[in-house]
């Protein structure tokens, strides 16, 4: 039997199903991330589309960055995940939209570089001054905006 996990919004007018294992789980420092989810980082969960499943509403997206579309709720603002063309066949989806965070550690941390100074981490963890994942270059970089 594949795991299977639940999300929801704040509102709970959104819900959703993931099947299977993640394959990607990082604590995200970049500037974008933090304006978009209002704090310091994120950690985002890694799935395939494929493992995603919606359940109830329809999620707002919008995007700054090229290639970079992000969902929420329109009606409380959780916000949801990310899908990035730049990453073929990955879906991101936000700690705070899962309902047990719990289960989800970190495997690393992203855009090291960028973090906030105050915020320390006493782990071992990899410390990644950019992506954690291997973006195709043809998109560009969006911490080059």
């Known amino acids: 039997m594949p795991r299977t996990e639940t999300g929801s919004c704040f509102c709970g007018a959104i819900t959703a199903e993931m099947r299977g294992e993640p394959f990607w789980i990082c604590s995200d420092h970049d ?3 933090r304006k978009a989810i209002g704090s310091p980082l994120t950690v985002w969960v890694g799935y ?7 359940l109830t509403g329809t999620p707002k997206t919008f995007s700054k960055t090229p290639g970079v579309l992000r969902s929420f709720c329109a009606d409380c603002g959780t916000s949801i995940g ?9 879906l991101y ?6 309902d047990h965070p719990v289960r ?6 992203a ?3 960028m973090r906030l100074p105050w915020v320390d981490f006493p782990d071992d963890l990899p410390r990644v001054g950019t992506y954690s994942r291997r973006r195709d270059p043809a998109f560009g970089n969006p911490a080059d905006r």
Not at 93 to 98: H, M, V
């Open 111 to 113: 855009y090291w570089d």
């Open 48 to 54: 395939r589309p494929s493992e995603f499943t919606l």
């Open 82 to 90: 990310y899908v990035d063309q730049g990453l073929p066949d990955e």
């Open 31 to 33: 500037d974008d991330c």
């Open 104 to 109: 989800f550690p970190p495997q690393a941390h």
């Open 93 to 98: 989806l936000t700690i705070g939209f899962l």
